[in-house]
C-alpha cells in the first residue's frame, strides 16, 4: 500500500484472495495479524471480512513442541535452532512499522527493501517450520531430534484426544529428559487427568493394573515433591 488511500483496494483484493483460497496459514496470525485485518474492515464500514474455511496458526504447535528447549519461540529463533538457517544480515522486527510509516509520509522506497526480504525470509521459514511439525505429528518416534520435541508432541497428542499415543511418548520422552521437572509435572497431570480412560487402555492391551498404578503413583509423587520444593522456594523468596 503506496499511500492511505489505496487501502480499500487492498482490502477488497484480499476478500477475493481469501475466496478464492479460503485456508490460511500464519504463524501468530490467529492472535494478531487476522484480528488486525479484521478490525481494518469494520473501520471501513462497507467492505465485509471474509471468513476462512480454517486457519492453522503454527505458532501454538512451536509452543509445544520447542518453548522448554529455547525458551523463545520467535519465527527467528526456530529458523536458527530448529531448522539450522542462519539469517545473516536483517532488519529488526521492531523498527519494520516505523520504516513503513516514514514511506507513507514520504519517505523513500529504498528503506523497504531490507523490509521485503524480511517478510520474503518469513514466508520461507514459516513453509520449512510447517513441514517439519507436520513430520513430527506424523511420526515423532523416528523423526524426533530429542526427548524434549517427543514431549512436545505428547502434549499435542492428549490436547487431540489420542490419549494411548499420548500416554507412549510421554513414557518415552522420560528416559531422556529424566532432570526435567516440567515433564515430570506435566506426566502426572496427565495421569491424573486420564485415570480413567488409561485403566480401560491398559486392560484392553493386556497390561496389568498393578503397571499403572505403580506409574501414577510414581508420577504424582514426584509432582508432590516439586510442589513443595516450588513453594519452599517462594517462602524463601517472600521471606
Not at 496470525?29 to 469494520?42: A, H, I, M, V
Not at 532488519?91 to 523490509?115: A, K, M, N, T, W
Request: charged share 25%.
Amino acid at each position: 500500500m503506496r499511500e492511505y488511500s489505496e487501502e480499500r483496494a487492498l482490502l477488497f483484493a484480499l476478500r477475493e484472495r481469501v475466496a478464492e483460497r479460503p485456508v490460511l496459514v500464519t504463524f501468530n496470525g490467529k492472535s494478531f495479524d487476522w484480528p488486525l485485518l479484521e478490525t481494518r474492515y469494520r473501520m471501513s464500514r462497507k467492505i465485509t471480512s471474509p471468513t476462512p474455511r480454517a486457519h492453522l496458526d503454527f505458532l501454538h504447535p512451536a509452543r509445544n513442541l520447542w518453548r522448554l528447549r529455547l525458551g523463545s519461540v520467535r519465527l527467528s529463533q526456530l529458523e536458527r535452532h530448529v531448522l539450522g538457517w542462519e539469517q545473516g544480515t536483517d532488519v529488526l522486527s521492531g523498527l519494520i512499522p516505523q520504516i513503513y510509516f516514514d514511506y507513507l509520509r514520504g519517505g523513500p522506497p529504498e528503506r523497504l527493501v531490507p523490509v521485503h526480504n524480511h517478510n520474503q525470509m518469513d514466508l520461507r521459514g514459516l513453509a520449512a517450520l510447517s513441514s517439519r511439525i507436520l513430520s513430527l505429528l506424523s511420526d515423532a518416534e523416528k523423526l524426533g531430534q530429542d526427548g524434549l520435541e517427543i514431549f512436545g508432541v505428547s502434549r499435542i497428542c492428549e490436547k487431540r484426544g489420542e490419549h494411548t499415543r499420548a500416554r507412549n511418548l510421554y513414557e518415552k520422552s522420560m528416559a531422556s529428559i529424566l532432570s526435567t521437572e516440567e515433564a515430570y509435572e506435566q506426566l502426572a497431570i496427565y495421569y491424573e487427568r486420564n485415570a480413567a480412560i488409561q485403566s480401560k487402555l491398559d486392560k484392553s492391551c493386556g497390561r496389568h493394573s498393578l503397571n499403572f498404578a505403580a506409574q501414577f503413583k510414581w508420577a504424582t509423587s514426584r509432582r508432590a515433591r516439586i510442589v513443595r520444593s516450588r513453594r519452599g522456594l517462594i517462602i524463601a523468596w517472600s521471606g
